[in-house]
């Protein structure tokens, strides 16, 4: 759990970069959810997935694009990728081929949430 007066606070403004783990190359080690200042990481339970790793994955909308994860993650299984084109390497991050599928909802939409958002800003 991150020590931050951030943890919990709504974001307020769309990050021009946003985190995506892949979750072939997690181990589910945790180093990257110590460091997120605003809670925003969480882990999948292995148990949904019988068969594979722990491993963990990111809540788009209130992540603040701040790094901090990519640099501490042991196994570079972290992109920082521009908010515009998150929804495709969201859509492609691996683990079990129906993990994606069944949070198509929380996780390919949420990201294409962020870039339709990012873009509406910049009309
Ligand atoms: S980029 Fe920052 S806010 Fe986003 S998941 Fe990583 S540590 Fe958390
Ligand atoms: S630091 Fe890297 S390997 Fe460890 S849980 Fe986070 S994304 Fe997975």
């Not at 809540?59 to 992109?79: E, F, M, S, T, Y």
Request: with cysteine; hydrophobic share 40%; glycine share 8%.
């Amino acid at each position: 759990m991150a020590a931050s007066s951030l943890a919990g606070k709504p974001r307020k403004v769309i990050p021009k970069i946003l985190a995506v783990i892949h979750a072939d190359g997690c181990t589910g080690c945790e180093a990257c959810l110590e460091v997120c200042p605003v809670d925003c990481i969480y882990k999948v339970s292995p148990t949904e997935y019988p068969g594979l790793q722990g491993f963990c994955d990111i809540d788009l909308d209130r992540c603040i694009g701040c790094k901090h994860c990519a640099q501490v993650c042991p196994w570079d299984a972290i992109d920082m990728v521009d908010t515009i084109d998150v929804a495709y390497h969201v859509a492609v991050k691996g683990g079990p081929p129906e993990y994606v599928a069944e949070e198509w909802d929380n996780l390919v939409d949420a990201a294409q949430r962020n870039a339709e958002g990012l873009l509406a800003k910049k009309k």
